[in-house]
């Protein structure tokens, strides 16, 4: 079936649009999988398609068959069916497209473009403060690219939707470019993402290629700029005075949005202005309500009115939560050797890292240096070694900032103080929270000897494998995994659950896990994790807690 | 008149509760794939838990209409002049958002509805439904339950074990939890509800410790009122803490349920959860 779409009656523009929906709905997870941007949230695409459905649905229920019937009934459908902000912005562009259609039975290019160019300013103007880089964009750039298109070359409706669609790709490729958070994520936005395949979707209807749709997947586009690294964020949220959330509908003759919009634009936040001369929603966070309603009731009859005191609610929450309160302003620092466990220590949040251990023990100033940098004023080191303790302890004397020390003598005791950490404690429950969880963890640490020697009744030769447990000789043998057996079978395990090995840099992964099989078919109980961490001198570093 | 109070099913209220309160519940959607069910209506938590472990369709989840609380509100609005709803975070899902758009939707334009945005979650936001169902059905009118509400929700704290991130962050909304993520060692979060949004308060390595937690945090409070517990496949860590607290509050309710399918799509199978509402100060 090709079309000879020089121009579009209404059941033809139904079709196409169900035609894009069908389109969308292969597209709508990969669109899911994009979104980041403005509250974090997956459904991007699951709620432009059930808009978009619901758009459809609303459309075949349409009285006739005139283009600016079903337009109508489409962008009825779609506010109905909004769901999200894209689809509600989604919504706003079906609004835009019925109300330029809204005397003509057919549409052609010309028609098209004019559409779409109500649609951008109605989509525009609903947002009180339009973010660009979004779907608003897309809509914009298509707006003008239909627009120019038309008043060159005439008014075939596949012309200026061949435009309009490579205009939206090129839109959305260039999203991250105007929106730093999509940039971060190395994404494109995902409301724009979808808009576009709307339009793919629309033009493949009309050049009758809807045998060839079955087969094909819309693509997500990819980011026009290269993926940049993400930082962590360490800032808290800005406090924002709430006000009052204030909502009214006002009925009238004559209204105009436009003329209110511009009367409560700096009366407060988030404006939201939405209806027609008869009929207006306003949405605004504002610190006087009453002047809102002033003014509501000079322009008709005020209905709806909905006043929330977010300052209340917001006050109430902190206040309560006051006792607990997020302990952001502390850094931790631990001194740790080999990349494996500077890798656990990141991935736990620790602020820095003092590269050092058993047999290179970092001097003070190195210790002083990372305080000093570290962008907190409190600051809780964690040594790991029991030769670290001392040279740490020197710090406090040393520097302006509140130094605060947890005596951790071993690796997985750094680990549990880190563990330990709760956000919402204050400095001097985390230094008790965080002493207190090194009591309930051991600490085996496998190595060579150096020499050899007579001790606690072990007889040992230089090169045998020996263990500690929390830093005392208790055995030794010439097989690593023999003596780590004997050395948890002198401990008590009742309360054991987790075994860590952490195995070091010159144990291969293969080694580490024929000790890790062992254990559970011992005990059967406990539960072991494996994990790489090329400390030196520490053939196997394990915790048990 | 009765003022009829209307949450949504991520307060993850039981059916007794909903029945013996006269609560009215909009359930979200739970879709696999795009299949879409009513969460704890058109799925039962035990199908929508089985499917999420063993299924090979990761669920997603959408809020409900404006339409269907329009719907809600005007066959309400049959027998009430007033309603008042309470939704969960706003920060978590539009279902607020829906919810106050559904106003303008109504048939009916007589009823009074106001809504507010819990900023809480679960049975955070399910003890305060409870609590103010019960005010409405001693009697009090609209304005005094809003008030009575908003007190009753800086008492709600909410608090949760989970197993893994994974599911919140797939799901995008891991909020501040998000330094959480990444961990190369295995770590159980627990995370709390703060000023609306899911917030990291500590880590733990196992579930007995996680509840050790989370039994330490309710042993926090000086004056509970109530205490919630839900979980979805942890059930055996959840009776052990149920019998604990008993013991110990045995004059204080304690409130059983299940995280609810919706919210099961973000916590993952198995994660624990309590809420202390303390009492009136």
Known sequence: MVKQAGSLTGQELREMFAGAAAWLEKNAHDIDELNVFPVPDGDTGTNMLLTMRSSVEEAYRAPDNSASTVAKALAKGALLGARG??????????????????????????DMAKAFKEASKTAYKSLSDPVEGTILTVIKDVSSAATEKSASDGKDLITVMEVAVKAARESVANTPTLLPVLKEAGVVDAGGQGLYTILEGALQYLKGETEQMQFKKPQVIT??????????????????????????????????????????????????????????????????????????????????????????????????????????????????????????????GVTAIIQGGQTMNPSAKDILQKVEQSPMDKVIVLPNNKNIILTTNQIKTLTQKAVEIIPTKTIPQGVAALLAFDYE???ETNISLMKQSIENIKTIEVTRAVRSTQIGGLNIKKKQIISLLDNELIAVGDDAAEVIMDTLDKIDLEKIEIVTIYYGKDIIRAEAEKVAVMIPDKYPKLQVEIVRGDQPDYNYIISVE | MTVKIVTDSLSDLTSDLIGELDITVVPLTVLFGHKKYLDRVTISTDEFYHRLIYGDIWPASTRPSPEDFANTYDKLAESADEILVITLSSLLTGTYQSAMKGKNYMKVQKCRVEVIDSQTVAMGLGLVVIAVAKEAQKGAGLDKLIAFTQEALARSHFISYFD?????????????????????????????????EMSPVTRVRSLATGVTYLHNFIKGFKDIESIGIETNMSLEKANELAKLLSNEYPKIPIVRSTISPVLGVYSGPDALAVTVLEKKR
């Not at chain 1, 330029?100 to 057919?106: G, R, W």
């Not at chain 1, 939201?272 to 008709?300: E, R, W």
């Not at chain 2, 190369?184 to 000023?195: E, G, H, Q, T, Y």
């Open chain 1, 425 to 427: 404690a204050n400095l």
């Open chain 1, 223 to 348: 980011s026009s700029i290269p993926l940049a690294l993400r930082l962590p964020s360490v800032a808290a949220a800005d406090e924002v005075p709430y006000g009052y959330c204030t909502e009214i509908m006002i009925r009238g003759e004559d209204l105009d949005p436009d003329k209110i919009k511009t009367r409560l634009i700096k009366k407060g936040e988030s404006l939201i202005v939405v209806g027609d001369d008869s009929t207006v929603k306003i949405h605004i966070h504002t610190l006087d309500p009453g002047n809102i309603i002033h003014f509501a009731t000079g322009l008709g009859t005020i209905h709806q009115v909905s006043i929330r005191n977010m300052d209340e609610q917001h006050r109430d929450f902190v206040s309560a939560q006051k006792a607990r309160a997020v302990a952001t302003d502390v850094a931790v620092i631990a001194v740790v050797a080999g990349d494996g466990l500077e890798e656990v220590f990141t991935s736990l």
């Open chain 1, 85 to 110: 902000n894209s689809g509600v912005i989604l919504s706003q562009i079906f609004r835009g497209m019925a109300e330029d259609i809204a005397d003509k039975d057919v549409i052609n290019g010309d």
């Open chain 2, 164 to 196: 893994t991130l994974k599911y919140l962050a797939r799901g995008g909304r891991i909020g501040n939890a998000q330094g959480l993520l990444g961990s190369v060692l295995s770590i159980k979060p627990i995370l709390a509800i703060k000023a609306g």
